[in-house]
C-alpha cells in the first residue's frame, strides 16, 4: 500500500518502469488538470464579479492562475527530469502545489459567499465537489498529494457548511470526503496493478522473442508446429530447408509423410519414427528424442522435442516444439563408438569387444551348463614378409587375413584382432564335440592359403592354441593366459599346429621359468662351454675351419641342448651375454690351431641389434690377436626379419674389419634369393634337411642344391653342405660342387683339446 501510495520506494517493486508509464500519462493529466482548474476558476469569477466586483476576484484569479502555472511547472519537471532536482524534492513541491491550490478553492469556497453575503453558495459547494471528483480521477504522480487536495477542499466544504449552519449537509460533504479519498486509493491500487501485469506480459514477450531469436540465429535448430491432425503449420524457411522442400510446398502436409520418406507407403517406420508418432497420436510430451528420418531419399538423424498446445478452452490445438539435424554428431559419436570397439586396420572386432563377448559367453556356459572356448591364432612368418616388404603390404594381407578368418565364422563364433599378427576366436556353445578341433584346422588350412599382395604370392601359416571355458579358466584373464600357453607350445612345436590347453602346460611354463633363472646363472657359476664342428673342404677333405656350438651343462637341469635353450636366451636377451662370451671364447681357441684354419661364430639377431656389436667383435679379435680374416660370423635369414638395416650395418662392419659372414641354415628360412644380393656373403650353408633330402633321391632337394651352388658360384660365394653323415652323402655333395663339407661323417662338435688333436694327430700323420 506504502507503494501504491509512493509514500515507501520498495526496490523489489519496479518502480522505474512504473514511474516510466506514469510520467507518459502524466503529460497528458498535468495539461487537462490545469485546464480544467482554470475552466472552473473562470466560471466561478464569472458568477462572482457581479456580486463581489473585481476587488476580490481578480486576486483570487491571479493567485489561481500563479499556483495552476507552478503545477504545471513541476508536472513538467516531472515528465522531462532534470538531474539537479531529486524525486522526493519534486513530490514535496506537488504536495505544496496541491496544498496551495486546495487553500485557494477552500479560500474562494467560505469567502466568496461571505462577501456576497450566502449568495452561490451552493454553486461553490458543487464545483469542490466536482474538483473533488475528478481529482480521484485525474492522474497524478504523488497520489499523496491528491489525498491532501481532496482533505483540504472537503475540511473546506464541511467548515463552509458549518459556517451556514447547515448541520445534514456537513455529514453528507464529510461522507462524500472520505468516499472520495478512498476511491483515490483503490483508482490508484488499480492503476499500479493493472500496469504492473502489463509490464509482466510485455516482459515475457520480449523473453520469448529473444529466446525465439537465438533459436532462428542457431543454424542447426529450427521451430516447428503442426495443427491436431499433424500437418505441418506455420514452417519456419529454416525447417524447410531442413526438410529440402519449399516452405509453400510443405504447408499443411503431414509431418510424418515429409519425414518418413518411402517407408510413407509402406508405413515400414524405423522404430524412432514409430515412436514419435505414437507421441503425437497421444498428445504426449517428447524432448530430445532421436528420430531417425529421411529426407529427399537421405537418411538422417533428428533430435525432437515437442509439447501438446491447448487453447484457453483446453482444447488440443496441435503441437509445437523445436528440432535439430544431429546426423553429423551421430556419425562422429558411432564413429568413436566404433573405434572403441572394432580394429581400424581389418574391421575386426578389437581386443575389447573380444574379452567383452569372452566374458559373456563364460556367463552363457556356467548358467547352461555348456562349454565355450576361447581360440588364439598367430600368423606363422608374417613378421618376415612385414619387414621385408614392407608395412603397407603387411597390412594389405593382415586384411586379407581377416576377411578368411571372418569366413569361416559360423553362429555364436566371434573373431577379432588382439593386435599385430594375433588374432582370437570366440565360441560361444563349443559343447558339441570336435567343434573347437574341427575350427582351429580349418583356420590353419585356410590361412596357409597362398596370397596375393600387390603382386607377390606370399605365403603365411598359422598356429593356433586354444582353452575351453569354465574347465580350463573361470575368468576372461584365465582364458586367455590358457589359450595363450598352448599358442606358446603349439609355436614350440613348430607353428601351423593347433594345441589345446593342458594343465601340464603351466607345469612346462613354470619349468621354462626355472630354465630362465638357471640359464642367468650359467656364464657366472661357468656352466657354458664350447665345442667345435669341423668344416672340410670337400675335395681335399682337410679342416679349413671349426664351427663353435656352445654347450650348456646345467648344475639344475643336467645338458640342455642349443636348440632348446638358445631360442629361450633369444627370448630374454641373455644371448647377448652368452654371445660376447662365445665370441671371446672361440678367438681364443682359434689361436690354437693353424694359421689357415677358420672359425665360425653363429650370432643371433638379437646380438647384432645391440648397438655395441662392432666394439665386441673388436674387442675379441684385439683381446686374442686373432686376424679378423679368420673369424667367420654365421647368420640366419632371421637377421632380415627385424630391423633389417641395422643387422646389415653391424655385419658390414664387421666385415670392414676383415671377418667374413656366412648365411646359416639356407632354404629353411624364407628363401627370398634378395637376401643374398643385400649382402656380400662368403659361404652360403646348405641346410641339411636339403642334404639328407638329395641322399634319400629327393628331385626337390637336389633342384634346390643344384640352384644354390650355381647362384653362388655367379654370386662368387663358396657352399658348405651341412649335416653331411655318410660318406655316399660326402659323395653326392661334391658331385654337385659344393666347396665345403660339415658333419658328423667327418666329425661331431668336439672338445677344444680334441679339436686341437686333430692338428697334431696330422702333423705326427704328416711327419
Ligand atoms: P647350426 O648353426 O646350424 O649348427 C649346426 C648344428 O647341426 C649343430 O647342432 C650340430 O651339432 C648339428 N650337426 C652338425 N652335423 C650334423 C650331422 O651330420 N647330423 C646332424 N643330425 N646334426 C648335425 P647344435 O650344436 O645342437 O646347435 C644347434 C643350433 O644352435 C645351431 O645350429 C645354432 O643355430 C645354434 N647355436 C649353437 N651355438 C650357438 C652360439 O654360440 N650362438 C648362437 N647364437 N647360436 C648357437
Ligand atoms: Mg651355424
Ligand atoms: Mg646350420
Known sequence: MSDVLGLLRNPAFDALRL?????????????????????VAVFVASVFVPLIGLLYVVPWVGLMALILYKSRQTDMLIVQPDEHIGHSTL????????????????????????????????????????????????????PLSILIYIGILGIGAVSSLALSGQVEAMGAAILFTISSLV????????????????????????????????????????????????????????????????????????LLEMIAGSNWASGQFPASLHDLAERLKNRENFSTMLVQVSILGEERWWELSGAPMRDEQGRFTGFRGVGSDVTEQRKSSEKIAYLARYDTLTQLPNRLQLTEALGEALRYSVQWRTRCALLMVDLDRFKAINDSLGHMTGDKLLAQVSARLQSLMGENQMCGRLGGDEFAIVIRDASSAGIVGDLAQRVIQRLSDPYQVDHHTLYVGATVGSAEGP????????????????????????????????????ASAEERRQLEASLRQALGRDEMLLHYQPVVDAHTESVVSFEALVRWNSADHGFVSPGKFIPLAEDTRLIVPIGQWVMRKACEEARNWPEHVKVNVNVSPEQLLEPGFHDEVVQALAATGLRPERLEIEVTESIFLRDASVARNALEQAMALGCSVALDDFGTGYSSLGYLRKLKFSTIKVDRTFVQGAAQGSAESL???????????????????????????????????????????????????????????AQERRA
Request: with cysteine.
Open 19 to 39: 514511474r516510466q508509464d506514469e510520467y507518459a500519462e502524466l503529460a497528458q493529466a498535468s495539461r487537462n488538470r490545469a485546464l480544467a482548474n482554470a475552466l
Open 91 to 142: 513530490e514535496s513541491l506537488q504536495n505544496r502545489n496541491a496544498i496551495a491550490g486546495a487553500l485557494s478553492w477552500v479560500a474562494a469556497l467560505i469567502g466568496f459567499p461571505l462577501l456576497s453575503g450566502g449568495a452561490q453558495e451552493i454553486t461553490l459547494l458543487l464545483v469542490t465537489l466536482v474538483l473533488m471528483v475528478s481529482s480521484t480521477f485525474v492522474f497524478s504522480t504523488s
Open 183 to 254: 476511491a483515490t486509493v483503490q483508482i490508484r491500487t488499480t492503476f499500479v496493478k493493472a500496469r504492473l501485469a502489463e509490464a509482466a506480459v510485455i516482459e515475457k514477450d520480449e523473453v520469448v522473442s529473444l529466446l525465439l531469436r537465438e533459436f532462428e540465429e542457431n543454424e542447426a535448430d529450427w521451430l516447428w508446429e503442426v495443427d491436431p491432425a499433424r500437418r505441418l503449420r506455420a514452417v519456419s524457411p529454416r525447417f524447410a530447408f531442413a526438410l529440402g522442400r519449399a516452405q509453400s510446398e510443405i504447408e499443411g502436409k503431414p
Open 471 to 506: 574347465r580350463d579358466g573361470g575368468t576372461v584373464e584365465e582364458m586367455m593366459r590358457n589359450a595363450d600357453l598352448a599358442l606358446y607350445q603349439a609355436k614350440d612345436l613348430g607353428g601351423g599346429e593347433h594345441c589345446r590347453f593342458e594343465p601340464a602346460l603351466h
Open 703 to 761: 633342384a634346390i642344391i643344384n640352384a644354390v651352388v650355381a647362384m653362388a658360384k655367379s654370386l662368387k660365394m663358396s657352399t658348405t653342405a651341412e649335416g653331411v653323415e655318410t660318406i655316399e652323402e660326402a659323395e653326392l655333395i661334391r658331385e654337385l660342387g659344393c666347396d665345403k663339407i660339415q658333419g658328423f661323417y667327418f666329425g661331431r662338435p668336439m672338445t677344444a683339446i680334441d679339436a686341437r688333436s686333430l692338428f697334431s694327430a
